[in-house]
């Protein structure tokens, strides 16, 4: 049958009104929301450094009152598929795999210590000896960690936002690691495994809310223990100064310094430092001439702790004593929590050797 002329003028005038509530519909859906899976991912929406900057969650926002809209960092997050994928092909954009999965492009923005010593120094014994057997960032991490799944998680440190883990290539039934059967499951293999976590000290937040750099000093070879996920692994220490207010967080952290030997059980269990503990006597870190100073070791995280950290403000290009410091506040960030008396009371002694 032929349609008149009216029917067609009619139909036409349908599928224009048709039309018109397709592009309302995904404008309305693009102003509430996320219109496809990637837009809820960590990389696009940067929302863990969001979530744990928020005075909900004990974090940053308790000492500065500020949203984190305003600060610098809430810029930091890859907006486009072209940030990765893009790459020129005679004088024409097109998308490359081989690109997003370089070495360098995840540099660019997670750029590792221990990456580039490897990459000045192959044989260096103190690099990630993944890095140093030529292993890439997608070898362990996944494109549905990159990309996401549509599930907007808080963090990485939520389950199941990340899929990269030791147990993916290191099955605990094929490993001769004595340490997976002493603790009975509750150490995290880089409880063990980690050669050092580096921590930042005395992050001068004015100058990062101000002129958008940071200012703190670096810890090395200072490792902290907490819990996380049911487990014992090490976290880092940051300490942050704003106008004259302080705040002590821990985190678990992973720093991609991973060491095939394993650590000795005198490491962590009947150390001077747990002596120095119980005694009320620990002393982290020092300040003296200009100069930031810390001990060496193992330190297990326990609430009500008073660390006696130093302070200091950030004055004309240098380092002093902040006067009159605020009692610093205690954040302990990533799901994670303070060690429980009776596992410090495990640590107090040394295990017996079978």
């Given at each position: 049958?032929?349609?008149?002329?009216?029917?067609?003028?009619?139909?036409?005038?349908?599928?224009?009104?048709?039309?018109?509530?397709?592009?309302?519909?995904?404008?309305?859906?693009?102003k509430?929301?996320?219109?496809?899976?990637?837009?809820?991912?960590?990389?696009?929406?940067?929302?863990?450094?969001?979530?744990?900057?928020?005075?909900?969650?004990?974090?940053?926002?308790?000492?500065?009152?500020?949203?984190?809209?305003?600060?610098?960092?809430?810029?930091?997050?890859?907006?486009?598929?072209?940030?990765c994928?893009?790459?020129?092909?005679?004088g024409?954009?097109?998308?490359?795999?081989?690109?997003?999965?370089?070495?360098?492009?995840?540099?660019?923005c997670?750029?590792?210590?221990?990456?580039?010593?490897?990459?000045?120094?192959?044989?260096?014994?103190?690099?990630?000896?993944?890095?140093r057997?030529?292993?890439?960032?997608?070898?362990?991490?996944?494109?549905?960690?990159?990309?996401?799944?549509?599930?907007?998680?808080?963090?990485?440190?939520?389950?199941?936002?990340?899929?990269?883990?030791?147990?993916?290539?290191?099955?605990?039934?094929?490993?001769?690691?004595?340490?997976?059967?002493?603790?009975?499951?509750?150490?995290?293999?880089?409880?063990?495994?980690?050669?050092?976590?580096?921590?930042?000290?005395?992050?001068?937040?004015?100058?990062?809310?101000?002129?958008?750099?940071?200012?703190?000093?670096?810890?090395k070879?200072?490792?902290?223990?907490?819990?996380?996920?049911?487990?014992?692994?090490?976290?880092?220490?940051?300490?942050?100064?704003?106008?004259?207010?302080?705040?002590?967080?821990?985190?678990?952290?992973?720093?991609?310094?991973?060491?095939?030997?394993?650590?000795?059980?005198?490491?962590?269990?009947?150390?001077?430092?747990?002596?120095?503990?119980?005694?009320?006597?620990?002393?982290?870190?020092?300040?003296?001439n200009?100069?930031?100073?810390?001990?060496?070791?193992?330190?297990?995280?326990?609430?009500?702790?008073?660390?006696?950290?130093?302070?200091?403000?950030?004055?004309?290009?240098r380092?002093?004593?902040l006067?009159?410091?605020?009692?610093?506040?205690?954040?302990?960030?990533g799901?994670?929590?303070?060690?429980?008396?009776?596992?410090l009371?495990?640590?107090?002694?040394?295990?017996?050797?079978?």
């Amino acid at each position: 049958m032929r349609r008149t002329g009216n029917e067609k003028k009619k139909g036409a005038g349908i599928l224009a009104t048709l039309a018109v509530f397709l592009v309302l519909g995904l404008a309305q859906e693009k102003k509430n929301g996320p219109t496809n899976f990637y837009e809820n991912s960590l990389h696009f929406t940067n929302r863990g450094l969001e979530f744990w900057y928020a005075k909900e969650q004990g974090g940053l926002e308790r000492i500065t009152g500020l949203p984190f809209s305003e600060l610098p960092c809430a810029g930091c997050h890859v907006r486009s598929c072209d940030t990765c994928h893009k790459k020129e092909m005679k004088g024409k954009a097109a998308y490359s795999l081989e690109r997003a999965r370089s070495q360098e492009l995840c540099q660019g923005c997670h750029n590792f210590a221990s990456l580039v010593e490897v990459q000045k120094n192959p044989t260096s014994p103190t690099a990630d000896v993944h890095f140093r057997m030529g292993l890439q960032c997608m070898d362990c991490h996944t494109a549905r960690e990159v990309h996401g799944d549509g599930i907007p998680y808080r963090s990485m440190r939520d389950a199941g936002a990340m899929d990269a883990r030791c147990e993916n290539c290191h099955e605990p039934a094929q490993l001769t690691c004595p340490g997976l059967h002493d603790h009975k499951g509750k150490l995290d293999c880089q409880g063990c495994h980690v050669r050092d976590v580096p921590s930042c000290y005395n992050c001068h937040f004015e100058t990062r809310v101000k002129e958008g750099k940071s200012r703190s000093l670096p810890i090395k070879n200072l490792l902290f223990l907490v819990n996380f996920d049911g487990r014992v692994t090490f976290g880092n220490l940051h300490t942050f100064v704003y106008q004259g207010k302080t705040m002590i967080t821990f985190a678990p952290s992973f720093p991609h310094l991973i060491m095939k030997k394993g650590r000795t059980c005198g490491e962590c269990h009947a150390t001077s430092i747990l002596q120095d503990l119980k005694a009320g006597r620990l002393k982290l870190i020092r300040f003296e001439n200009g100069e930031l100073q810390n001990i060496q070791g193992i330190v297990p995280v326990v609430e009500g702790q008073n660390w006696g950290f130093i302070f200091l403000d950030f004055k004309e290009g240098r380092w002093v004593p902040l006067e009159n410091a605020a009692e610093p506040l205690v954040n302990y960030a990533g799901f994670c929590s303070p060690l429980t008396p009776e596992q410090l009371a495990k640590l107090e002694k040394m295990p017996e050797q079978k």
